[in-house]
């Protein structure tokens, strides 16, 4: 079974930067478009970034020009470089990858706090 596990997210200051990454364990499938989501207390979850496998990216409008998402094919690995935080950055930050033959698969979150 396809595990997605999360890392990265913690406490930071307005304007300051963190890398969550995203590793997907026990894959014998392809992985495909992998996205980060974030859920903002009261909020819906809203898609941040998304990637393709060949490279090609797309962003949500909220965060474009200070985040940027990448991928290591290789590690099944997305990263997700984060500049310029805000506090309405704030939020859980989850990771998604469409699997082969497994569809959508979910991480468990990373939160991310940005705050004096």
């Known amino acids: 079974q396809v595990q997605l596990v999360e890392s990265g997210g913690g406490l930071v200051q307005p304007g300051g930067s963190l890398r969550l990454s995203c590793a997907a364990s026990?894959?014998?499938?392809?992985?495909?478009?992998m996205d980060w989501y974030r859920q903002a207390p009261g909020k819906e979850r809203e898609l941040v970034a998304t990637?393709?496998?060949?490279?090609?990216?797309n962003y949500g409008d909220s965060v474009k020009g200070r985040f940027t998402i990448s991928r290591d094919n290789a590690k099944n690995t997305v990263y997700l470089e984060m500049n310029s935080l805000k506090p309405e950055d704030t939020a859980v930050y989850y990771c998604?990858?469409?699997?082969?033959?497994?569809?959508?698969?979910w991480g468990q979150g990373t939160l991310v706090t940005v705050s004096l």
């Open positions: 990637i393709t496998r060949g490279g090609n990216t």
């Open positions: 998604n990858a469409d699997v082969s033959y497994r569809g959508r698969v």
């Open positions: 026990r894959s014998f499938f392809r992985i495909n478009d």
